[in-house]
């Protein structure tokens, strides 16, 4: 019969047993799960070398930032060829160092809207200065980390956008220059689409039409055109017809309904930006030359009938003139006729009443001045006759009528001796003297 303790001692290294198996069972599951975690740790370890390569050499910048410190904590070789900083440098800079005076305000008032609890865009652009000096455009996507409702942290991708920047600040100085040109043109400008709707008008159209632009813009132009020049316009805007592209002139109204003239230079743009046709004119008012020309026009059409009038009565004043003329001659003809005829008969008498030879001599100088006054076509003295005094003048008459020297001595009651001196005195007044020229020729010449 066996001892009953040996029953006892058999379960219990039956009952060893069986917690050693389980024991070694469990170190086996824990063997293989230490095999696994190495493994997985392994992995994570490749994984994350793998993102510390792909980091270190993304083609854009990266950088992480502890908000603790200010401070970047890490940065890839990207961002250092950017800025041209060794990565000792960039990690002992404060964050913002490298932001220009616009930008870090812009990034204070940003961060002060995300400590708030403002949520604001995760990309934005900032202008930095980068080692040598330079500034230079970049585009930020911030992804910040948050504990406690509190920043702690963010990764920070950077582009290089300066070119694309500088592009576009290029553009918009462009766009600035054209607009201000557009807007302070002496010429109107219109935009239309293929609709023949307003898309934008300048100052100077507002000015002229007396629309204001929010008048203007939404509507067919169409609307403010008279039918015959809207239909003229929607060919234009059409395609159709000839010329298409010609200036041409129309008469419209303004706003207040005064009559202006134009003159219309169309061009058709074609697909612009891929989408529908649109077209732009420029619109010079000559409203002001019209009226001028009107103006001169009717001028001259009043010149015209003056002129006419002016004709007609030059006619008539000439016919007059003419008349007077004829008049004068008829008078002076029935004048001289009746003097003759009233003196002659006298004369003769007086030449066989007895008279000595200075009466004589006094009637035939009466006689033949009287037929000097007389004469049709009496041209009067000429103009060197007039440089002679009244006693030179006597005695020029009486040698035109061949009395001697003694003769008119005898008829002027003076010396021959003056009569020698007039006489001189007479061919030096009258360009003879030391000549030759006899003064009786001359003087009946004249």
């Known amino acids: 019969m066996r001892p009953p303790y040996l029953g006892l001692i058999t379960e219990d290294v039956m009952a060893n047993d069986a917690e050693h198996s389980a024991l070694t069972s469990r170190l086996k599951e824990l063997e293989s799960e230490n095999r696994s975690l190495r ?4 992995q994570n370890v490749s994984v994350a070398e793998s993102y510390r390569r792909l980091f270190d050499n993304a083609p854009v910048g990266m950088y992480q930032i502890d908000m603790a410190s200010g401070r970047c904590v890490s940065v890839n070789r990207s961002i250092l060829d950017f800025t041209g900083y060794t990565r000792e440098e960039f990690l002992s800079m404060p964050m913002t160092a490298f932001l220009t005076e616009v930008s870090l305000n812009d990034f204070l008032e940003r961060f002060e809207k995300i400590q708030r609890g403002e949520i604001v865009p995760s990309r934005v652009q900032y202008q930095i200065r980068i080692k040598d000096g330079r500034t230079l455009w970049a585009q930020f996507e911030v992804q910040y980390f948050f504990e406690n409702d509190s920043v702690r942290g963010a990764s920070v991708v950077v582009y290089n956008i300066n070119e694309h920047k500088q592009t576009l600040i290029a553009l918009e100085e462009s766009e600035k220059r054209f607009r201000r040109l557009v ?68 008469r419209w109204k ?20 891929g989408g ?40 008539a004043l000439r016919k007059l003139v003419d008349m007077r003329e004829s008049d004068k001659a008829e008078l002076k003809n029935a004048f001289a006729k009746g003097l003759h005829q009233l003196i002659d008969p006298i004369m003769d008498k007086l030449r066989t009443s007895g008279l000595n030879d200075r009466q004589k001599i006094y009637v035939d100088l009466l006689s033949a001045n009287l037929k000097e006054m007389t004469a049709p076509y009496n041209k009067g003295l000429s103009p060197r006759l007039m440089l002679l005094t009244p006693g030179e003048i006597e005695v020029a008459n009486l040698v035109k009528y061949g009395r001697t020297t003694k003769e008119i001595a005898s008829v002027l009651n003076i010396s021959t001796r003056t009569v020698d001196m007039h006489r001189l005195n007479i061919r030096r007044k009258l360009g003879l003297h030391r000549t030759g020229t006899n003064l009786r020729t001359y003087l009946l010449s004249t």
């Not at 507002?206 to 609307?223: F, P, T």
């Not at 020309?293 to 002129?307: P, S, V, W």
């Open 183 to 250: 807007e302070t043109m002496k010429e109107g400008l219109i935009i239309l689409d293929n609709d023949g709707r307003i898309l934008y008008v300048n100052q100077h159209l507002e000015n002229i039409s007396g629309y204001r632009s929010d008048e203007l813009i939404g509507r067919k132009v169409q609307d403010f055109l008279p039918p015959d020049v809207s239909k003229l316009i929607y060919q234009r805007l059409t395609g159709q017809g000839r010329n298409l592209r010609h200036a041409f002139e129309i």
């Open 276 to 315: 529908s046709d649109i077209s732009f004119a420029i619109i010079t008012d000559i409203t002001a030359k019209k009226e001028a020309e009107n103006l001169l026009h009717q001028r001259e059409e009043e010149l015209q009938k003056k002129n006419e009038q002016l004709e007609k009565m030059n006619t």
């Open 254 to 273: 303004s706003k207040k309904d005064e009559p202006k003239f134009s003159i219309i230079s169309p061009q058709i743009l074609s697909n612009v930006d």
């Open 39 to 42: 493994g997985a740790v392994q």
